[in-house]
């Protein structure tokens, strides 16, 4: 099992170019590429690594492009992805069926896990089960950061803070609902019998 790192992040405070929030595709890719270029980068995620996901699914022909251009164009393949080649849409009693272009379907833990691992092989610090937030500086040269995990917390230092926490309710305004709005449900589910492959499905 591998040592969780909060020890030495809380004893090396000045340590870092650039701390990064959120583990996601963004930050994890952010941190991975600053750390190839020399930078000492610390990546905070709030949950327990590797995390279900039930969004975002789907990689396109420009992400495909972008994990070519970074030298991991065979992660994909890697995580299980299966190659989509049509969309199945339904809403209203009617279906309309098309082709997608160029997009593979991957388990987002999976693919999150693999994007983390290759983030540490760079030399990336991960430190999961952390909360992470700016704090005030009095320095105009560095951005302080204030860590919590477990009822510990500590401020480190760095020079850059990148926020990568997508739709965290920390990081936007609350959501205002309207009246007699329709309710959405994310699931994590095995696939229904008679769905094809190769087609992604939604209903409306």
């Known amino acids: 099992m591998r040592e969780h790192p909060w020890t030495t992040v809380a004893a090396d405070r000045d340590a870092w170019d650039v701390v990064v929030l959120g583990a996601g595709p963004a930050g994890t890719m952010a941190a991975r590429q600053l750390s190839l270029n020399g930078k000492r980068v610390l990546l905070v995620e709030k949950a327990r690594l590797p995390r279900p996901k039930v969004c975002g699914g789907c990689l396109g022909g420009t992400a495909l492009d972008?994990?070519?251009?970074?030298?991991?164009g065979d992660?994909?393949?890697?995580?299980?992805g299966v190659t989509l080649r049509t969309m199945l849409l339904a809403s209203g009693g009617r279906v309309a069926q098309f082709p997608v272009g160029r997009r593979v379907a991957v388990s987002?833990?999976?693919?999150?896990?693999?994007l983390v691992r290759e983030a540490r092989r760079t030399g990336v610090i991960v430190c999961d089960e952390t909360q992470g937030r700016a704090a005030p500086s009095n320095d105009p040269?560095?951005?302080?950061?204030?860590?919590q995990r477990q009822g510990a917390e500590v401020v480190v230092r760095a020079r850059a803070l990148l926020v990568a926490t997508g739709l965290s309710p920390s990081a936007h305004p609350p959501t205002i609902v309207a009246p007699r709005s329709r309710?959405?449900?994310g699931a994590i589910i095995d696939m229904p019998a008679?769905?094809?492959a190769d087609q992604l499905r939604m209903a409306c």
């Open 66 to 72: 972008l994990l070519e251009q970074v030298g991991l």
């Open 75 to 80: 992660l994909p393949g890697r995580c299980g």
């Open 141 to 147: 040269n560095f951005r302080e950061v204030r860590l």
């Open 108 to 114: 987002r833990q999976t693919f999150d896990d693999v």
């Open 183 to 185: 309710i959405g449900i």
């Open 194 to 196: 008679g769905v094809a």
